[in-house]
């Protein structure tokens, strides 16, 4: 369940083009599904090539999945975890162009000052230019980690 949780989204992306690649060869055949397939691509890589919002959704999308695995790598590596091996485990996520915002349950024996703690790490561990830690209302639980990483990872590109 653990596995479920924390890859939901990549295996949500899998379902849904294996749901679209049945219904196609099923509609299609073999060769229109390929056919179909290859006009679809050709047709994001110059869209995306051309068009500046194109881009950034896809830009968007893919930092949307490989953000989080990277934040959870630089909380290990970072030292914020709890002596029985439990993790913070992120509740939500916000991503835009320029940055990844996540809100953070912390489980008990861990508090926002660890994670404030570990910054530079995580910012490594996620290739950002700056790693910023608030807490979330008053909760001692609940924070909010915010990762900047400006496109290409040069601040104004």
């Known amino acids: 369940m653990?596995?479920?949780a924390r890859w939901w989204y990549e295996l949500a992306i899998v379902?849904?083009?294996g749901a679209a690649s049945w219904s196609a060869v099923g509609l299609l055949g073999g060769p229109g599904a390929v056919a179909l397939g290859l006009g679809a691509g050709a047709t994001a890589a110059v869209a995306a090539a051309k068009l500046e919002p194109v881009r950034d959704a896809l830009f968007v999308a893919a930092q949307r999945a490989i953000?989080?695995?990277r934040l959870r790598l630089g909380l290990v590596r970072g030292g914020v975890i709890t002596r029985d091996g439990r993790l913070p485990a992120i509740v939500r996520t916000?991503?835009?162009?320029?940055?990844?915002r996540f809100w953070v349950r912390l489980p008990s024996g861990l508090l926002v000052e660890d994670l404030a703690a570990a910054v530079r790490v995580l910012a490594g561990s996620c290739g950002a230019t700056d790693v910023v830690v608030f807490r979330d209302g008053p909760r001692q639980d609940r924070a909010i980690v915010v990762v900047a990483r400006p496109r290409w990872g040069w601040?104004?590109?």
Not at 95 to 100: E, F, I, K, S, T
């Open 2 to 4: 653990v596995v479920v």
């Open 15 to 17: 379902a849904l083009l």
């Open 67 to 69: 953000v989080p695995h």
């Open 94 to 100: 916000r991503c835009r162009v320029d940055q990844a």
């Open 155 to 157: 601040p104004g590109r």
